[in-house]
């Protein structure tokens, strides 16, 4: 089995700063993609960042200059760093991993999310 593990959420104002954290634990041959995603109240959940096993990253316009995703290989877990918050950056954020592993079927590949993190911007 898999886990992802996400951490870092909470209250920030305009302007501040935060640091998610999204941990995958368990029976895992290789981590593949991974990124963020988040949805806002009333909205579809929409890509925020994403970064490849190489390290390719690609970024939402409305985070470009703001955010930075990156990833710990050794430690299985992918980061997202939010700078210049803004109100409108206020949602449930979600990271998503695709994790290639073994079971008594084979080898399979899944993608994973994350128990999801709230993001409050407000002064």
């Known amino acids: 089995q898999v886990q992802l593990v996400e951490s870092g959420g909470g209250l920030v104002q305009p302007g501040g700063s935060l640091r998610l954290s999204c941990a995958a634990s368990g029976t895992i041959f290789s981590v593949n993609a991974m990124g963020w995603y988040r949805q806002a109240p009333g909205k579809q959940r929409e890509l925020v960042a994403v970064i490849s096993s190489g390290g390719r990253t690609n970024y939402a316009d409305y985070v470009k200059g703001r955010f930075t995703i990156f990833r710990d290989n050794a430690k299985n877990t992918v980061y997202l760093q939010m700078n210049s918050l803004k109100p409108e950056d206020t949602a449930v954020y979600y990271c998503?991993?695709?994790?290639?592993?073994?079971?008594?079927?084979?080898?399979?590949?899944?993608?994973?999310w994350g128990q999801g993190t709230q993001v409050t911007v407000s002064s």
């Open positions: 998503n991993v695709g994790i290639t592993y073994d079971s008594i079927s084979g080898r399979s590949e899944h993608d994973y």
